[in-house]
Structures are given as structure tokens and as C-alpha cells.
DNA sequence: GGTTGACCTGGAGCGCACTCCAGGTCGGAG
DNA sequence: CTCCGACCTGGAGTGCGCTCCAGGTCAACC
């Protein structure tokens, strides 16, 4: 399995060493392997894992919502269902704040034209 | 001219009171009328304008990027070019954001598949 | 074995955008 | 005139999501 060193994890998820080890430490992830003299090595899944929470970080989620998540994905015993109404809820979530945006957009556009035109 | 009590231009900007007076404290609008008093009166236009700083902020501005806005709009000593770069500037990065967003919303979907089928 | 740069820990600090507070004032209804 | 709820001020406090730091350890290379 391929294994990464902290720095190259930080590049390859763009987060900061400190960010990894924060989240790590909040139980978003991991726990990582270590070298027997205690230093991190990523893998593969670790990178995938946390691009998952990159992604749901970027669709608005705040950290104790990645906690529920996570939560959610660990004690499995009662079903996904939990899981997908989270994900649900946050992707009418999401898709209400694309459309707000998208307004915003429509009236950038619409100052845009207002100052062009002197 | 149509004119606002703090409690409906708060209603009417969807801004609290305490960050309507931040704003205005700021500089990103007014100054707003007073009474002899020195109870404020939100006019017509403050409210537009507040609309517009509110559209700025959910397109990803920060309070200085707001107040960059203004001071750009007030000395129009040297055109509307500055402003309408900002704008644009602005624009593209809305834009990204939304496209991040949207490629979150895909990740999303295909979790909620992946969750769904067990 | 020595050097050097990447990495470790726990905890403090920071920047942002509000939000709350104490203690006081305003002003419309009765 | 009295009452009372809405409003005023300056400044402190909050929550989030990192980010930085001191003081030390690790490990690859010469």
C-alpha cells in the first residue's frame, strides 16, 4: 500500500501539516500509523479519506458536522440510513446556497453593467 | 421618501442590529440619519444598499474587500475602472466557488448512491 | 558520529464576523 | 406625566477554524 510522509499528504490533500494533525485530532480521521519513532505515515486511505472531508468541508459542512459524520460512519450497527439523511440534508443545503450564490452572480453582472456603462 | 425604523430595516435587510450599527460603524454604509434624539432612520436607499452589501458578502467578500468597494466608490474621482475591475475580480471568484461547490454536490451525490445501495 | 531538515507535542494565539452587555436615553401610548 | 419597550454607546466576549510556537525528537545522508 502506498504510504505517504507528512509533507507529502499535506500536498496532496492541500491542507497544512497543522490543519491533518488538527483534524486527526478531532477524530475526522486516523488514527494514522507511525513509525516506531512516532513520526506519521499516511496511506492511500487516509489521502482519500480526508479529500472526502475536504469536499464536505467545501459543500459548507462545519467541523462538528464532520463529527456527526463521522460518528455516523463508525457506529454503522444501526444501518446507513442516518448517514444518507445527513448527506441528504446537506446537499439541500448545498444546493440552496449554489442558488444563492448564483443570484449573486446575476447581480454582479448587473453592477458590472451599471458602472461599465459609466 | 420612505424611511425605516431600526427594527424593520433589520427585518427588511434580514441584519441584525447590532450588525446593521457594525456595518455602519465600519463605514460600509450610511452615515444614517438621525432624530433630534439620535435615534437612527434608515432611508429607502440604505436599505438597497445594505441588499447589496449583503448580495457581496454571500459572494465571498470580507468586511475589507467591502470596504475596498466603498472607498472605490466614493473617491470616483478617476473613473468607475476600479470599481468594475473589483467587480469583475469578485466575479471569477464567485464563480470558481460555485463550480467547487457544484463538484462537491456531485461527491455528495455519489456518496448518497454509494450509502443507499447498503 | 554529526549535521540538518522534517517532524513531534500540548497549548497559546489569531483573524474574522459578529454578538452580547451594562447602563443609560428616547419617544409614543394612555 | 408616567410608563415601557425600542433604541443608544463603547467595549468586551464568542465561536470557528485554523495557525503558530517552544522545546524537543527523528531519520536520512555524509
Redesign the interface.
Known amino acids: 500500500m502506498t504510504a505517504y510522509a507528512p509533507a507529502e499528504a499535506s500536498e496532496r490533500t492541500g491542507l497544512s501539516l497543522d490543519t491533518l494533525r488538527y483534524y486527526e485530532r478531532l477524530g475526522l480521521f486516523g488514527p494514522v500509523e507511525r513509525t516506531p519513532g512516532g513520526q506519521r505515515i499516511y496511506t492511500e486511505h487516509d489521502v482519500a479519506w480526508v479529500g ?1 472531508l475536504v ?2 468541508r ?3 459542512l462545519g467541523i462538528t458536522d464532520l463529527q456527526r459524520f463521522m460518528g455516523k460512519l463508525r457506529d454503522r450497527a444501526n ?2 440510513g442516518d ?2 439523511e445527513l ?2 440534508d ?2 439541500a443545503r ?2 440552496s ?2 442558488a ?6 446575476n ?3 448587473d ?2 453593467a451599471y ?2 456603462k ?1
Request: with cysteine; hydrophobic share 45%; charged share 15%.
Open positions: 472526502l469536499c464536505l467545501n459543500a459548507g444501518g446507513n448517514v444518507v448527506l441528504q446537506n446537499r448545498l444546493q446556497e449554489i444563492k450564490m448564483t443570484v449573486a452572480l447581480v454582479l453582472d453592477k458590472i458602472y461599465s459609466h
